[in-house]
């Protein structure tokens, strides 16, 4: 029995070893090289020698019988149409709709879409 416990006693002296050195930091990385041009360049419209108005000039269209080309003609009527009626004609909830006035049909198709409350309603013409 007393062999057992010296082997036991010797297993735990053997296991305790010196501390670990601190683990050693991965060096910082460099931080990323960027060329002179693309550094003091701005990326804008009149960078890339295109001007606002050229690029309103150039506006895309909507694809015919689209629901964007459905809208547009909606709200080249005379009266223009309600927000309403815009989701009955697309099947679009009213944030899609408000989405699609202010995102694409302004910034994108470039159109000038007036917007104003009528009995109530929300109204967009061209």
Partial sequence: MATKTTTTAAKKTATKAAPKAPAKKAPAKAPRAT???AAT???????KGTTKAAAEANARA????SAQARVVEMLKAPGGATLDAIMAATGWQAHTVRGFISGTAKKKLGLAIESERVDGKRTYRL
């Avoid at 360049?41 to 960078?47: D, G, I, L, Q």
């Avoid at 909507?62 to 019988?65: A, M």
């Fill in 62 to 65: 909507p694809r015919e019988n």
């Fill in 35 to 37: 060329s002179a041009k």
């Fill in 41 to 47: 360049k701005p990326h804008t419209a009149a960078t």
